[in-house]
């Protein structure tokens, strides 16, 4: 019997952040070894909660969430979006412009349907997050990739974006606060990137995830307001911000020049409408969190969780003898990397199993976020501080023994 034989294009897709690794993490679970697992950004899994008063929103409206609701999503949480973007300078946001959506997961497949014919190119960052690669070949495109070296702070170099720039080139898209690096870009940069988007008639495409996850005070510039009328895509959540993955809602925010884009919008409305709706429930916690002032900062601010577990990740990195790393800025992820003069011949993916097989910790390998032949991992803040110390005892006796075979 011949097998069912799955789409070609999934041979070029790769999400290792659930991918071998994981799966033979649960294996090793199930046999009884307990695994410190570093691998996914899902706050509640380590401890954190939503903040009650999003939860309270969504029991208040339980009983007005049987319907199937607009396609775009609930009018009253894309207002507060509107109005959030709005008050960051965003040109030309009414909620028309507005779609909620079942995480920024569905909303990144459903831009780059909405925009791609097979053949066109999307810049991407490299590091990226996944799912954006994943997308853009889904879709029909081809990625095109800029580097956000260490060498550099992970900041992209705008004159290798625009060196990559052809006649298919169609979008530039970028993470900020990134992950898996942690960078928050400058103003001054995202002026240049605007300025060669505009130029060559990109559609910018800014997933804003991690906006309020900053650290020392690091300053997050929404690319919308630099954006001004150049057609611009700034997606959000509750995932990250407000600890929420679980709900499922993320949304985009198209700003930027009506005339220029009111095709694609309409096409963004015609594949929401295709899936009916976002999952109605959880959209009401977007407008408490939205208007409240957000919780997040208690967890960034020095005493916070989050800035003490990135303390425990720098002082990991500082006392070893193999690893250096940019200190992330942002987001919930650290990408520290094994020196070259520390390890000549060092494979990530062979890092990351031994890591698994023999210390009982599960990290991303640096690949995994299509870098070829990465030095790095990316490990999340999330666990509480003393384990992530616990992870660097460990990291260093697997990184010796690799030194010395
Ligand atoms: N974008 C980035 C940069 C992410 O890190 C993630 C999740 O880790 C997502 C999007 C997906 O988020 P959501 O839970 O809203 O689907």
Redesign the pocket.
């Known amino acids: 019997m011949s097998p069912i034989k799955p789409s070609a294009h999934l041979a070029e897709v790769r999400y290792e ?1 659930r991918g071998a690794l994981t799966r033979r993490a649960r294996e090793l679970e199930a046999a009884g070894t307990p695994i410190i697992k570093l691998n ?3 706050p509640a899994r380590y401890g954190f909660s939503v903040p009650a008063h999003l939860r309270e929103a969504i029991a208040a409206h339980l009983h007005e969430s049987e319907a199937y609701g607009h396609e775009q999503g609930l009018e009253e949480a894309r207002e507060a979006i509107a109005t959030l973007q709005r008050a960051r300078g965003a040109r030309h946001v009414q909620v028309e412009r507005i779609f909620i ?8 497949d459903l831009s780059l349907r909405a925009l791609l014919q097979p053949g066109d190119e999307v810049l991407l960052p490299s590091p990226d ?1 996944p ?2 690669s994943a997308a853009t070949i889904l879709n029909g495109g081809v990625p095109r990739y800029y580097r956000c070296l260490a060498e550099n702070r992970h900041m992209p170099d705008p004159e290798e974006m625009e060196a990559l720039i052809t006649p298919r080139t169609r979008a530039l898209v970028m ?1 900020n606060p ?2 898996p690096t942690g960078a928050v870009y400058p103003r001054a940069l995202l002026e240049q990137i605007v300025e060669i988007a505009a130029r060559h008639r990109l559609l910018l495409l800014c ?1 804003e ?2 906006d309020e996850i900053l650290y020392d005070g690091a300053p997050f510039q929404p690319l919308a307001e630099i954006a001004g009328t150049t057609p611009c895509l700034s ?1 959000g ?4 911000v407000h600890r929420a ?1 679980g709900y ?3 949304w985009l925010s198209l700003s930027g020049d009506p005339a220029r884009t009111h095709e694609y919008r309409d096409a963004l409305q015609l594949l929401a409408a295709l899936r009916l709706c976002a999952n109605v429930t959880a959209q009401w916690a977007v407008i408490p969190a939205l208007q409240d002032a957000p919780t997040i900062n208690a967890l960034t601010a020095p005493t916070g969780r989050l800035y003490q577990a990135r303390q425990a990740v720098l002082d990991g990195v500082a006392s070893s003898q193999f690893l250096d790393v940019v200190a992330p800025e942002g ?1 919930i992820y650290a990408f520290p990397r094994v020196r070259s003069d520390a390890i000549a011949n060092f494979d990530d993916n062979a890092f990351a199993l031994r890591l698994l097989e023999e210390e009982s910790v599960l990290i991303v390998p640096g690949t995994s976020f299509n870098v070829p032949n990465s030095r790095h991992m990316r490990l999340t803040l999330l666990p509480q501080p003393a384990q992530l110390r616990e992870v660097f005892v460990r990291m260093e006796r697997v990184l010796e023994r690799m030194a010395v075979e």
């Open positions: 952040i996914i950004g899902n959506g079942n995480g920024v997961s569905e909303l990144i997050y799912l954006w993470v990134n992950n997933d995830i991690y997606f959540g509750l995932s990250k993955c499922r809602v993320g987001a």
